[in-house]
């Protein structure tokens, strides 16, 4: 089975539980959504189709780079039918110390993680495997894609995992206050706030957590954005 891969690299993870950690990057293409902030769209589109690699390509990249932080990207990683396949290689290869790997996907919240979350029990018995971590989002109104998200993902998410809300203005602030408390995530998993950037000040995001006295929450800035302001590849 192949992979349509976008681009691979290694960087630091520019946000996340991990931010600030280097990381090997695997970004898939295409995605099921059409964000309105959407700063990936080349890899989304479908006349893009990157680089078509075996599952044992891409697990020999990930041990080659060296890191024990692995980032699954896209696009949409889930909408490959390989997904599970290569995270479940992932977490039982090991680096050249013999450590196993950190494997986090990053996903959009608009298909199902149940797949996963299976996988990832399956393999809590056993303690030769790596670490499997989600990140999805919670896509807010100011993203056009609300009415895709689905609830059922967020029973999936532990203490281990984030739930990542991309906010660009003060309605999307209240859709997270509201999501938070009707389903106590804040007790379940790390939620994390993101500014869509140049779209909403970092400042009016902490008076908002002031105002509602949000401590379990977390604001988090991407940090690729400050160190390479410019690109939009490879970082
Ligand atoms: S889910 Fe991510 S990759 Fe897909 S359209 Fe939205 S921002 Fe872009």
């Known amino acids: 089975m192949s992979l349509a891969v976008a681009e691979r690299f290694v960087s630091i993870n520019g946000e996340g539980l991990e931010a600030g950690r280097l990381a090997t990057f695997v970004r898939f293409c295409g995605c099921n959504l059409q964000c309105s902030y959407c700063d990936t769209r080349w890899a989304c589109d479908p006349a893009f189709a990157g680089c078509i690699l075996s599952v044992d390509e891409v697990v020999n990249y990930v041990v080659s780079a060296g890191c024990r932080c692995v980032t699954l990207t896209g696009g949409e990683p889930l909408l490959q039918p390989s997904c599970e396949e290569l995270v479940d290689k992932l977490v039982h290869a090991r680096t050249a110390e013999g450590q196993g790997f950190r494997v986090e996907l990053e996903t959009n919240g608009a298909v199902s993680l149940a797949e996963l979350a299976a996988l990832r029990r399956d393999n809590e018995a056993d303690e030769m495997?790596?670490?499997?971590?989600?990140?999805?989002?919670?896509?807010?109104?100011?993203?056009?894609?609300?009415?895709?998200?689905?609830?059922?993902?967020?029973?999936?998410?532990?203490?281990?995992?984030?739930?990542k809300f991309v906010v660009g203005s003060r309605e999307?602030?209240?859709?997270?206050?509201?999501?938070?408390?009707?389903?106590?995530?804040?007790?379940?998993?790390?939620?994390?706030?993101?500014?869509?950037?140049?779209?909403?000040?970092?400042?009016d995001i902490v008076a908002f957590m002031k105002e509602f006295d949000l401590v379990d929450v977390k604001l988090q800035l991407q940090l690729h954005k400050f160190i390479w302001p410019l690109s939009q590849r490879g970082v």
């Open 129 to 163: 495997a790596g670490s499997l971590v989600f990140t999805m989002d919670w896509k807010c109104p100011s993203s056009g894609m609300t009415d895709r998200m689905l609830v059922g993902n967020l029973t999936h998410l532990g203490a281990s995992d984030a739930l």
């Open 172 to 203: 999307d602030l209240e859709c997270m206050r509201a999501l938070v408390q009707q389903y106590h995530l804040a007790e379940q998993t790390n939620v994390l706030l993101s500014p869509v950037f140049g779209q909403i000040e970092p400042s």
